[in-house]
């Protein structure tokens, strides 16, 4: 195993760790936050889900000799910021992930429920997945008419840095909210409540069980994970010319998330963007030995997630709106990929539309969140719009 070692992988798998970290902490933390964690909640579960990241992707990637690249749940951090706080708080929300895990574990060991979530049609998924980030990425507007002077300098990084080297966009522009955040803090003018101490904080949350925190949370986040993430993340894999068994995969991560939920990890799985990083030729032209990346990148995380607790702090001295438009800007590729595969379609437009705009609307019914109803009234409209086409 240690011959197949390289700097090029370990190179590769440090990109790979420290994009994957920095580009899309400020949703997760935006997310938990959204369902009523506290601060030192939120940084339980940021660190919980990079520990469990990490420690998944080396079990995986070793004993399967596979680059097997692991993420959190980014479109589900942002589903749980649209979704908002629920009936019993916190706790409930926990229960849900738990919930939803067991789904993911389920997905990998019965095949049928793996093959029934891969049957959902895609414009309708990703429509769904739109329609839930639709609203996050509104925060950089925003956040720029409130307050220009401390948002823009952010923007113009992000928008300078992404026209050349997209992968560092994001992070160019935390490090931009960074300074902004730190000379906020030191003109008086930040909202500086220390989290108690900067070192690694777990915090076990009792789970709650509820039917609506199910439907709301459990059953979106599901398909948002499986569809938008670890389907991808196989098809990443066999594009670069592995051939891994789904199964296996997904209920290994299903059983991380489970491992993580009761401290405020929502959900791991499959990556996507960081896999495309581990498995491709730049991280050794010998396909053989490019696992060695995804182990590296795995050693990153963990690292990564013993930092939480001053990461969650430097957040907490900025304005919400602030970290909401670093969040926002974090999304707008996913937002752009997920509208072009929603409408490309021509038959399924109509539906797309309709899971689309149920879901941006953000209302829900019956406790039931939107994204639940917008993607059950879209599969209503793609089998009307199939009969009313088999009758002509």
Known sequence: MLKDFSTQSLFMGCLAAFVGFA???AVVLNGLHAVGASDVEAASGLMVLALSMGLCAIVLSITTRLPVSIAWSTP???????VGTIDGGFQTAVGAFILCACLIVLAGLFRPLGRAVA????PLANAMLAGVLLGLCFAPAKALAADPVYTL???LVWALVGAYRRLWAVPAALAVFALVVVYDSSQG???AHALGSLLPTVAFVMPAFSFHAFVSISLPLFIVTMASQNIPGIAVLKVNGYEPKPGPLFATTGFFSILGAPFGGHAVNLAAITAAMCAGPDAHADSRRRYWAAIIAGVGYIIFG???GAVTYLVSLSPPLLIE?????ALIGAFSTSVVAAFQPPDSREAAAITFLITASGVSFAGISGAFWGL???????ALTKLRNASR
């Open 189 to 191: 003018q930040g909202s």
């Open 76 to 82: 589900g951090a942002a589903l749980l910021a649209g």
């Open 306 to 308: 013993l930092l939480a």
């Open 119 to 122: 049957a959902i049609p895609q």
């Open 325 to 329: 438009a670093v969040a926002g800007l």
């Open 23 to 25: 580009s899309s902490f």
């Open 376 to 382: 059950l009234a879209g599969g209503l409209m793609m």
């Open 153 to 155: 300098p952010i923007v």
